[in-house]
């Protein structure tokens, strides 16, 4: 049995989170619950309809310190040791990622997909970034997350090409392909121990 109980933390329409779960399900990995920070969010429905909890921590009238202590509580009683985020749209403190520290790999446990090639176009909007500057080529990355905006260690990143007559919606849509077909490999990586964290390459 596989003793990685992880969480998927989304904050908006959970399309990635939605492919991360069912590939939990159909291999018996232990998701736990996936968390999100809007009662709102589309992911919500998403998980509904897979039958997966979701827990809603939302950030009105704490601080961020409250919010991600609340969270940590959440993710304490469930014994959580693994997180995948996934459209997660807050930037966990220093203090919040200690938790998931790993001494020997160098890492926090904590997961992120993000919409370009990085280094290149950190932050909010990968792709829209990506597409405005005129790439001809972008992708998406996978990476650990440290305490900068999407500067930690890549674990995997995969390309895919901008078309002359594409429009914005046409960018997003094949990106977002790639992320869902990339997710899951790296999910299934670090759930079976085939990623060696050790003799990753690090900047
Ligand atoms: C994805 O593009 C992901 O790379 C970024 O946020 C977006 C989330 O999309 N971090 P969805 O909610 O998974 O559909």
């Given amino acids: 049995m596989n003793n990685k109980r992880f969480s998927i933390f989304a ?19 232990p998701l736990e619950f996936v968390l999100t920070d809007k009662k709102d969010a589309g992911v919500i429905d998403r998980m509904k309809a897979l039958d997966i909890k979701t827990i809603v921590i939302e950030r009105n009238h704490i601080t961020k310190k409250e919010h991600e202590n609340r969270i940590i509580e959440e993710l304490s009683k469930n014994n ?17 990622l200690e938790n998931f520290y790993d001494p020997k790999g160098g890492i926090n446990r904590v997961v992120n997909i993000h919409p370009s090639l990085l280094p290149s176009f950190p932050g909010r909007s990968g792709y829209k970034d990506a597409f405005d ?7 998406v990355t996978v990476h650990f997350v440290d305490d900068g905006v999407d500067s ?14 594409d429009e914005i919606e046409d960018f997003i849509r094949r990106g977002l392909e790639v ?3 990339l997710y899951p490999i790296v999910m299934d990586q670090i759930m079976n121990d085939t990623y060696d964290l050790y003799k990753r390459i690090r900047r």
């Avoid at 500057?133 to 992708?139: E, R």
């Avoid at 930690?152 to 007559?165: L, W």
């Fill in 80 to 96: 959580i040791s693994w997180i995948f985020l996934a459209g997660f749209m807050r930037i966990l403190s220093p203090e919040f």
């Fill in 133 to 139: 500057y005129g790439v001809k080529v972008s992708g």
């Fill in 179 to 181: 992320e869902h077909k």
């Fill in 11 to 29: 904050s908006g329409n959970g399309s990635n989170a939605e492919v991360l779960a069912r590939h939990a399900l159909k291999n018996n990995y």
């Fill in 152 to 165: 930690g260690d890549i674990i995997a990143q995969s390309v895919f090409e901008r078309k002359n007559n």
